[in-house]
T-cell receptor, first 114, second 112 residues
Framework: EAGVTQFPSHSVIEKGQTVTLRCDPI?????LYWYRRVMGKEIKFLLH????????ESGMPNNRFLAERTGGTYSTLKVQPAELEDSGVYFC????????????FGPGTRLTVL | DQQVKQNSPSLSVQEGRISILNCDYT??????FLWYKKYPAEGPTFLIS?????DKNEDGRFTVFLNKSAKHLSLHIVPSQPGDSAVYFC???????????FGTGTSLTVIP
């Protein structure tokens, strides 16, 4: 069974540009999460989808970040316009149901904003 | 404010010896705790978990201990192997929410 996949693995952009990250969860997993790790710091929650609905977006830093999950399958996270402090590794995770405490993580997208 | 803390950024242990990784939390609403292991350029992978109704959970070489009164948990790896070298993240969640709160990670190096 395929795990969580993320694309791209790396992205280097200039301040002010737009970047879109994609996450494909494990097939059949209704729950999808986005996290971010800024260098050397903790992995921080951004938001949680249940199918196509945003269940919790309390971790989104500001309105430059937009997450979508059309059709309840893959998800995208757009940063527009990107700022220097947005650099970090963005992880996506999925889980089968709300009672499952185990989240399966993708390999992450390393975003560098210059 | 960080609710899960791993105060040791790194740890080196000889192969065959015990590795002890520590984690402290501040939120008394947390009732489920997990350890994730992360290799470079990979995502975190689930290692072991414990619910707040227990004080110990064992899985092979890995044991997690929970001290609720001290808001402290630890991961013991016995015996340590070179393949255990990775970054270990402690995470916590509560029944009322599904987000995980992670620590900053501890980089474990097992020396052959």
């Amino acid at each position: 069974e395929a795990g969580v996949t993320q694309f791209p693995s790396h992205s280097v952009i200039e301040k002010g540009q737009t970047v879109t990250l994609r996450c494909d969860p494990i097939s059949g997993h209704d729950n999808l999460y986005w996290y971010r790790r800024v260098m050397g710091k903790e992995i921080k929650f951004l938001l949680h989808f249940v199918k196509e609905s945003k269940q919790d977006e309390s971790g989104m830093p500001n309105n430059r970040f937009l997450a979508e999950r059309t059709g309840g399958t893959y998800s995208t996270l757009k940063v527009q316009p990107a700022e220097l402090e947005d650099s970090g590794v963005y992880f996506c995770a999925s889980s089968q149901d709300l009672n499952s405490h185990e989240q399966f993580f993708g390999p992450g997208t390393r975003l560098t904003v210059l | 404010d960080q609710q899960v803390k791993q105060n040791s950024p790194s740890l080196s242990v000889q192969e065959g010896r015990i590795s002890i990784l520590n984690c402290d939390y501040t939120n008394s609403m947390f009732d489920y705790f997990l350890w994730y292991k992360k290799y470079p350029a990979e995502g975190p992978t689930f290692l072991i978990s414990i619910s707040s109704i227990k004080d110990k959970n064992e899985d092979g070489r890995f044991t997690v201990f929970l001290n609720k009164s001290a808001k402290h948990l630890s991961l013991h790896i016995v015996p340590s192997q070179p393949g255990d070298s990775a970054v270990y993240f402690c995470a916590a969640s509560s029944l009322t929410g599904n987000q995980f709160y992670f620590g900053t990670g501890t980089s474990l190096t097992v020396i052959p």
